[in-house]
Structures are given as C-alpha cells and as structure tokens.
C-alpha cells in the first residue's frame, strides 16, 4: 500500500525526488515519515510531515537539504532531496502511521511500531 520510488546513482553534489505513493488508505489520516537504512548501520528518521502537510520535521544531518511534501488529493509524498553526499547512500522507506506526531515518528526506527510500510528505494550517491 506505500511504494516508494526515484532512487538511483546520483554524483555528489546532485539531487533526487524520491515518490511514496499510497494506495487503499486516506492518506489525511496518517503521519508520514521517510527513513533510511544504509549498508551496515542502523535505520534512522530521515523526515516526517504532519496529517495536513503543515509542519515538518527533519533529522539535523539533512535539515536545509531535503525537503518533505504531501499532496493527499492524489495520495503521494515527497521527498526532495538536493546537495547530496555519500553518506546519504542508503535504500530509503516511506512509513504511514495514525495517531502520531512528527517528532515521536521521526525518533523511533522499529517498523512493527508502524501500520504501514512499503519496500525502499535504493540511493547510491558516489562519483
């Protein structure tokens, strides 16, 4: 019910929107969050956006670089991403839960905390 989609291999310094597209729920009902998992560490919160897209969050080591939307009318959530750097490589989720905030979501990396998850998408950023 969430695929998330627009990884790929991207040079440092490039940019990359990454799509999470829902399906069989009312997106306005749920907190969003993208997290990431890069090879050999843990999953971290990336960035989360409240239930009317009013006020986001995001994690210090991409603050002023991503920036996370949503557009519930056609069940899709955004996440721009520009200067990229290597250590941004990770494969990237997107996650919906209801009756949660931003902050509480964008801190807590166990999925089973979470009603819906979809498979990531990978980011390579690498010259």
């Known amino acids: 019910q969430l695929q998330a989609s627009g990884g790929g291999l991207v040079q440092p310094g490039g940019s990359l929107n990454l799509s999470c597209q829902v399906s069989g729920l009312s997106l306005d009902l749920y907190t969003i969050g993208w997290f990431r998992q890069a090879p050999g560490k843990g999953r971290e919160g990336v960035s989360c956006i409240s239930r009317r897209g009013d006020i986001p969050y995001y994690a210090d080591s991409v603050k002023g670089r991503f920036t996370i939307s949503r557009d519930n009318a056609n069940n899709q959530v955004d996440l721009q991403m520009n200067g990229l750097k290597p250590e941004d490589t990770a494969v990237y989720y997107c996650?919906?839960?209801?009756?949660?905030?931003?902050?509480?979501?964008?801190?807590?990396?166990?999925?089973?905390?979470?009603?819906?998850w979809g498979q990531g998408t990978q980011v390579t950023v690498s010259s």
């Open positions: 996650v919906a839960h209801r009756a949660i905030t931003i902050w509480t979501m964008c801190k807590s990396a166990d999925f089973n905390d979470y009603d819906y």
